[in-house]
C-alpha cells in the first residue's frame, strides 16, 4: 500500500513521526508536510507567490506552504505514483464539531479526497502530546484494517478521526459519530506593541455546544475513537424548497425593476 502522509503542525512535528513509523511497518509511506505550522489554515492554497520543495535528513520532503498546498502538489506532479491513501495527521488536538471547518489536518485530507483519493485526518483530543505512541498504534491499526477490508484504494472517501490520550489498552472501540458543535470562539485579545501599535490575537475556540450522545464531543469524552464521514458539498438540501420560492420572489422583483 502507497500512503501519502502530511499535516497541519509540520515536518518536524512529533505526531507525524509516530504516524510514519507506526504506517511505515506495513506500507510505503511518503511524507510531503508544511516547513512551519499551519493549524487552522483550512483548505487555503498558496496562489501568488512559489512554492518550493526541500527534503530533510530523514527523507521527509517539506513546502513553505499550507498543508493543502503540500498535498497538491504532491498530487499534481512530485509524487511518481498516485497514492492508495492521503493520510493527515496525528495533530496536536482535537478537531471535532466546528473545528474541522477551520483544519488544516483535515483540509490536507481532503485535498486528497478532492482528487479522488481515500483520505484519512487523525487527531489526538488533548495536546502535548500525551499517549501519542498509543494513537499512532490505533491509527496504523485502523488504516491496516480498513486495508484488509480493501476500503482502501477503492471509492473515494473522507473521514475525520479523533484519538483520546488514553494507554492502547484503555482506548474503546471506534464509535461513528456526527460532528458536535461549539460555542462561538472566545474575544479577541488586544495588545499594544513596543512601537505603540495595537495587535490582535485570535481568542481561544468555543466550548461545547452540543456534546450530546452521537457527537464526536461525546464519543471520545467516554474514551472511543470518533470517526466522522465527512463530505465537500455544503449544500443546505433541506432549505432548497425555502430558498426556490425566495429564489422566484426575488427574480419577479428584479424583473418589474427592470
Given at each position: ?53 526541500h527534503q ?13 498546498d ?33 483544519s ?12 479522488g ?26 488504516v491496516?484494517?480498513?486495508?484488509a477490508q ?21 482506548m ?6 456526527r460532528?458536535?458543535?461549539?460555542h462561538a ?7 499594544v506593541?513596543p512601537r ?30 470518533s ?10 438540501y433541506?432549505?432548497l ?18
Amino acid at each position: 500500500m502507497n500512503i501519502l502522509l502530511s499535516n497541519d503542525d509540520g515536518y518536524q512535528a512529533p505526531g507525524i513521526v509516530a504516524l510514519h513509523q507506526a504506517l511505515g511497518r506495513f506500507a510505503d509511506v511518503q511524507v510531503v508536510a508544511p516547513e512551519h505550522n499551519n493549524s487552522a489554515k483550512s483548505n487555503a492554497l498558496t496562489l501568488n507567490a512559489p512554492l518550493y520543495v526541500h527534503q530533510a535528513g530523514n527523507g521527509f520532503r517539506y513546502v513553505n506552504g499550507t498543508p493543502a498546498d503540500c498535498v497538491h502538489i504532491a498530487l499534481t506532479g512530485l509524487l511518481g505514483e498516485r497514492p492508495d491513501l492521503v493520510v493527515s495527521g496525528i495533530n496536536n488536538g482535537a478537531n471535532m464539531g466546528d473545528d474541522t471547518v477551520y483544519s488544516g489536518t483535515v483540509g490536507a485530507a481532503m485535498e486528497g479526497y478532492l482528487f479522488g483519493v481515500p483520505a484519512i485526518a487523525f487527531s489526538l483530543v488533548d495536546k502535548g502530546w500525551g499517549e501519542l505512541e498509543a494513537a499512532a498504534q490505533r491509527a496504523a491499526q485502523i488504516v491496516e484494517q480498513m486495508h484488509a477490508q480493501q476500503l482502501v484504494g477503492a471509492q473515494p472517501w473522507l473521514l475525520n478521526i479523533n484519538i483520546p490520550n488514553l494507554p492502547l489498552a484503555a482506548m474503546r472501540p471506534l464509535r461513528l459519530c456526527r460532528l458536535g458543535r461549539r460555542h462561538a470562539a472566545e474575544r479577541v485579545i488586544e495588545q499594544v506593541n513596543p512601537r505603540g501599535e495595537t495587535m490582535y490575537w485570535i481568542g481561544s475556540a468555543g466550548t461545547a455546544l452540543d456534546a450530546s450522545e452521537g457527537t464526536d464531543f461525546h464519543a471520545t469524552a467516554q474514551g472511543h475513537v470518533s470517526v466522522t464521514p465527512l463530505k465537500v458539498d455544503m449544500t443546505d438540501y433541506d432549505k432548497l424548497g425555502y430558498w426556490a420560492q425566495t429564489a422566484a420572489r426575488l427574480a419577479a422583483a428584479t424583473s418589474a425593476q427592470a
